[in-house]
């Protein structure tokens, strides 16, 4: 078994030679690699575009299932008596992006997507929750579930999209589209946290009376709003993070945050003005609007970004080709030189005269030697070559720094959120009091909340035993 490298004077390129059987040499040219990387990484772009119009869709049902939420926890909050024509409208909207996102799963199903396991498995999900939705709409037209269990019911649902698009953005390969990959996933959990706001606050609204546990969850979701948002702003373009920032300023916010502030400070079963459940709605829902622009505007900056990186891999390619034709149809200057020398018949000269010493000893004329110095300052060399290696090597290795560095971000919300539920569900804990828990931990032992969290989810069940809430 060897490898041999060597100029193949026919075919005019580097080619290497790796053997087995000594009798059986099987060809391998540089531009075959060269080449052949480029192509796979335009495939991977293009992947990763049809990837972004998955995401597209998903985001579009996510929100659509949203306005749907809401109104049918203002509907059965207040008994049938608000909301009729909202409701109705949000699941007649709903239903076609549903469809269309069933065709973007099929499109997906492709072999040359290339799905992975974990991304088919998330479709099966998603589906068998979209499969239950036409039953728990029919309920609530009846008004059978509670408005809790209707919220709880929808965010399910939800809950499995945003998972989707966890997935995909974990699972992106270049380093430029999963930052704003990254970006777009806290935007979208940051918008879904506001979507359960607007429908536990219409419910409370619409009830006229102030129950503590919904209360209580008001307040986990806006401090569940602040942190997502706070990650989208660090990962977003600064245009939509200055967006952003601008639409915090406007005095519809200002009547959210007084509406915020009603709900928060009422006393346990204090009445609260029905009459403020269409305020509450409007005001959140433009919140939730506002939200939607940035995550169409974010989803355009993604289409960009897979077009310019799929166009810039495209001139690489086709510079590969350029370069490595040159190579192929205009031999070394060395290689005539060498032809030249041969042709002559004379003695060969002592190894190391270089390209003059050669031309002087086969009797070129000193014309002919600066003909040559001249053909070679235009010809590619094999060390263009190199250096295009070089470069892509670096620029790989630059990706590879940028890639991880949003991997890390999304690792670490999973670690926390994992670790969250193993307190509640271990604890009986509220999602509020185990992020306060870990926190607490973080700043008592000058630990990283991510190691906290880690360590939490290291421990075995007997530790938590006898511990749970109130015990």
Same mark, same amino acid.
Request: glycine share 6%.
């Given at each position: 078994?060897?490898?041999?490298?060597?100029?193949?004077?026919?075919?005019? *390129?580097?080619?290497?030679?790796?053997?087995?059987?000594?009798?059986?040499?099987?060809?391998?040219?540089?531009?075959?690699?060269?080449?052949?990387?480029?192509?796979?990484?335009?495939?991977?772009?293009?992947?990763?575009?049809?990837?972004?119009?998955?995401?597209?869709?998903?985001?579009?049902?996510?929100?659509?299932?949203?306005?749907?939420?809401?109104?049918?926890?203002?509907?059965?909050?207040?008994?049938?008596?608000?909301?009729?024509?909202?409701?109705?409208?949000?699941?007649?909207?709903?239903?076609?992006?549903?469809?269309?996102?069933?065709?973007?799963?099929?499109?997906?199903?492709?072999?040359?997507?290339?799905?992975?396991?974990?991304?088919?498995?998330?479709?099966?999900?998603?589906?068998?929750?979209?499969?239950?939705?036409?039953?728990?709409?029919?309920?609530?037209?009846?008004?059978?579930?509670?408005?809790?269990?209707?919220?709880?019911?929808?965010?399910?649902?939800?809950?499995?999209?945003?998972?989707?698009?966890?997935?995909?953005?974990?699972?992106?390969?270049?380093?430029?589209?999963?930052?704003?990959?990254?970006?777009?996933?806290?935007?979208?959990?940051?918008?879904?946290?506001?979507?359960?706001?607007?429908?536990?606050?219409?419910?409370?609204?619409?009830?006229?009376?102030?129950?503590?546990?919904?209360?209580?969850?008001?307040?986990?979701?806006?401090?569940?709003?602040?942190?997502?948002?706070?990650?989208?702003?660090?990962?977003?373009?600064?245009?939509?993070?200055?967006?952003?920032?601008?639409?915090?300023?406007?005095?519809?916010?200002?009547?959210?945050?007084?509406?915020?502030?009603?709900?928060?400070?009422?006393?346990?079963?204090?009445?609260?003005?029905?009459?403020?459940?269409?305020?509450?709605?409007?005001?959140?829902?433009?919140?939730?609007?506002?939200?939607?622009? %940035?995550?169409?505007?974010?989803?355009?900056?993604?289409?960009?970004?897979?077009?310019?990186?799929?166009?810039?891999?495209?001139?690489?390619?086709?510079?590969?080709?350029?370069?490595?034709?040159?190579?192929?149809?205009?031999?070394?200057?060395?290689?005539?030189?060498?032809?030249?020398?041969?042709?002559?018949?004379?003695?060969?000269?002592?190894?190391?005269?270089?390209?003059?010493?050669?031309?002087?000893?086969?009797?070129?004329?000193?014309?002919?030697?600066?003909?040559?110095?001249?053909?070679?300052?235009?010809?590619?060399?094999?060390?263009?070559?190199?250096?295009?290696?070089?470069?892509?090597?670096?620029?790989?290795?630059?990706?590879?720094?940028?890639?991880?560095?949003?991997?890390?971000?999304?690792?670490?919300?999973?670690?926390?959120?994992?670790?969250?539920?193993?307190?509640?569900?271990?604890?009986?804990?509220?999602?509020?009091?185990? %992020?306060? *828990?870990?926190?607490?931990?973080?700043?008592?032992?000058?630990?990283?909340?991510?190691?906290?969290?880690?360590?939490?989810?290291?421990?075995?069940?007997?530790?938590?035993?006898?511990?749970?809430?109130?015990?």
């Amino acid at each position: 078994m060897s490898w041999a490298a060597s100029w193949q004077g026919t075919e005019g *390129a580097w080619s290497a030679n790796y053997t087995t059987d000594p009798d059986q040499a099987m060809p391998l040219s540089v531009s075959q690699l060269v080449l052949r990387a480029k192509q796979l990484e335009i495939e991977a772009l293009r992947h990763l575009a049809g990837r972004v119009d998955l995401v597209d869709v998903t985001g579009q049902l996510i929100d659509a299932l949203q306005r749907e939420r809401g109104a049918s926890s203002g509907f059965l909050a207040s008994g049938g008596q608000r909301f009729v024509a909202e409701r109705r409208a949000a699941s007649a909207a709903a239903e076609p992006v549903e469809a269309a996102l069933r065709e973007q799963f099929a499109h997906h199903l492709q072999p040359p997507l290339g799905a992975s396991t974990r991304l088919l498995s998330l479709m099966a999900w998603v589906l068998l929750d979209l499969e239950a939705l036409p039953a728990l709409r029919a309920q609530i037209e009846r008004q059978t579930p509670s408005a809790s269990d209707a919220v709880a019911a929808f965010s399910r649902v939800i809950a499995g999209l945003v998972e989707l698009i966890f997935h995909l953005a974990d699972a992106a390969p270049n380093p430029d589209v999963s930052r704003l990959l990254v970006a777009f996933v806290h935007l979208v959990q940051g918008k879904e946290a506001a979507g359960q706001e607007r429908a536990v606050g219409a419910q409370l609204y619409a009830s006229g009376l102030c129950t503590e546990a919904l209360q209580q969850r008001v307040v986990q979701l806006i401090e569940a709003q602040e942190r997502s948002l706070h990650l989208f702003e660090e990962f977003a373009e600064p245009a939509l993070r200055t967006r952003w920032q601008q639409l915090q300023l406007t005095p519809k916010v200002a009547l959210l945050e007084r509406l915020r502030r009603t709900l928060c400070m009422a006393r346990h079963e204090a009445a609260l003005d029905s009459s403020l459940s269409d305020d509450w709605f409007e005001v959140a829902s433009v919140r939730i609007a506002e939200l939607w622009q %940035l995550q169409t505007e974010l989803v355009a900056c993604l289409r960009q970004a897979c077009q310019a990186q799929m166009a810039a891999a495209e001139r690489d390619l086709q510079d590969s080709e350029g370069l490595l034709r040159q190579l192929r149809d205009k031999p070394l200057p060395r290689a005539h030189a060498v032809e030249r020398f041969l042709q002559t018949g004379e003695t060969l000269p002592a190894a190391g005269l270089g390209e003059a010493g050669l031309a002087a000893a086969s009797g070129a004329s000193a014309a002919a030697v600066a003909a040559s110095s001249a053909a070679q300052a235009q010809e590619p060399s094999v060390s263009s070559l190199v250096e295009l290696l070089q470069a892509q090597s670096e620029r790989l290795a630059r990706m590879e720094v940028e890639l991880d560095t949003a991997r890390r971000a999304l690792n670490e919300r999973k670690v926390i959120e994992r670790a969250k539920g193993a307190l509640m569900a271990r604890l009986g804990l509220t999602e509020d009091a185990a %992020l306060r *828990a870990l926190q607490k931990a973080s700043m008592d032992h000058n630990r990283r909340l991510l190691d906290v969290a880690e360590a939490t989810l290291a421990l075995p069940d007997f530790v938590f035993e006898g511990r749970g809430a109130g015990k």
